[in-house]
T-cell receptor, first 114, second 118 residues
Framework: EAGVAQSPRYKIIEKRQSVAFWCNPI?????LYWYQQILGQGPKLLIQ????????DSQLPKDRFSAERLKGVDSTLKIQPAKLEDSAVYLC????????????FGSGTRLTVV | AQTVTQSQPEMSVQEAETVTLSCTYD???????LFWYKQPPSRQMILVIR??????QNATENRFSVNFQKAAKSFSLKISDSQLGDAAMYFC???????????????FGTGTRLQVTL
């Protein structure tokens, strides 16, 4: 079974530029999560999708962050414009609907804003 | 809201020895899941062990075991016979037993960096 795919692996941008991250979850996984992991901290949920609908985006800074999951499969997270404090690892995870327990995580995208 | 606290930013253990990583949490729920995840430099979160709060028996996975104290809201991870490959960040995480909506998200602690020395 293929894992959760994320790209790019690394990205360096200047502040006020825009950036997009892509995630392809495990086939058949209905739930998709985007987490932000700032250096020295644990991952924090940004947004959760169930199929192509948003379940929770309460921690997403909506003035600059946006995310979509068209057709309920892969997802894109965008930041525009980026700030220095957005430097972090962005992790994508997925799980089957109705599951109780673990998730499968991707390897993340490390974003550096200079 | 639930919170997870890991008070040990770094720990060190010699190869073949035993180490215990601490985790406490706060919740008003009576049923939930607790997890330990390992994050190596590759950044991918790897599930180490899982504990269901309604089970009194502590979970065990090979060299990894937990000490789950529900009343104290404590969930420590013991790694026996430590190996060089165990070196990584370890995160404690909480998940509600409710499987709908926002309750299925994971709430993480700040992590403990484990070093394994020869």
């Amino acid at each position: 079974e293929a894992g959760v795919a994320q790209s790019p692996r690394y990205k360096i941008i200047e502040k006020r530029q825009s950036v997009a991250f892509w995630c392809n979850p495990i086939s058949g996984h209905a739930t998709l999560y985007w987490y932000q992991q700032i250096l020295g901290q644990g991952p924090k949920l940004l947004i959760q999708f169930q199929n192509n609908g948003v379940v929770d985006d309460s921690q997403l800074p909506k003035d600059r962050f946006s995310a979509e999951r068209l057709k309920g499969v892969d997802s894109t997270l965008k930041i525009q414009p980026a700030k220095l404090e957005d430097s972090a690892v962005y992790l994508c995870a997925s799980s089957p609907a109705g599951t109780l327990g673990g998730y499968t995580f991707g390897s993340g995208t490390r974003l550096t804003v200079v | 809201a639930q919170t997870v606290t890991q008070s040990q930013p770094e720990m060190s253990v010699q190869e073949a020895e035993t180490v215990t990583l601490s985790c406490t949490y706060d919740t008003s729920e009576s049923d939930y899941y607790l997890f330990w995840y390992k994050q190596p430099p590759s950044r991918q979160m790897i599930l180490v062990i899982r504990q269901e709060a309604y089970k009194q028996q502590n979970a065990t996975e090979n060299r990894f075991s937990v000490n789950f104290q529900k009343a104290a809201k404590s969930f420590s991870l013991k790694i026996s016979d430590s190996q060089l490959g165990d070196a990584a960040m370890y995160f404690c995480a909480y998940r509600s037993l409710i499987n709908t909506g926002t309750a299925s998200k994971l709430t993480f602690g700040t992590g403990t960096r484990l070093q394994v020395t020869l």
